[in-house]
């Protein structure tokens, strides 16, 4: 199932291309902030709900929406912002955050080293440690 909130520009098909062949769910147009939409879209039969859109507050409101009026046990946030993680903590959803992932990848791989490093990325590494 695909639900786009405003101005995003697509699920699996991204940049309003259209999805993959393989795709097997169907799309509701209309706001995914919208607990009318997330009704039409079936929220309330779902086991899971992921909010991957491009916009941070719209994630984070549909992860609440999920969260505090739907129930459900398993949802997921996408935050490029980590400081947003909470404003859904202690409603038990998990965040996402890609560049905290790249930087876990890029210490794990060795690429970038926690002591000594220097450089803003280092700091922001150190920051998150």
Do not use: K
């Not at 859904?88 to 955050?97: A, F, M, N, Q, S």
Request: glycine fraction near 14%; proline fraction near 6%.
């Amino acid at each position: 199932m695909q639900v786009r909130a405003p101005g995003d520009r697509g699920g699996p098909g991204r940049g309003g291309l259209p999805p993959a062949a393989d795709f097997s769910g169907f799309e509701v147009q209309g706001d995914a902030t919208d607990p009318d939409v997330l009704e039409a879209a079936g929220i309330g039969r779902a086991a899971l709900l992921a909010a991957v859109t491009e916009n941070d507050n719209v994630n984070c409101m549909i992860a609440q929406i999920a969260a505090r009026l739907y129930g459900l046990g398993q949802v997921y946030a996408r935050f490029e912002d980590p400081e947003l993680e909470y404003l859904v903590e202690g409603l038990g959803v998990h965040v996402i955050c890609p560049a905290e992932l790249s930087l876990q990848e890029f210490y794990r791989s060795g690429l970038l080293a926690r002591e000594g490093a220097e450089g803003p990325l280092a700091r922001w590494g150190e920051e998150r440690a």
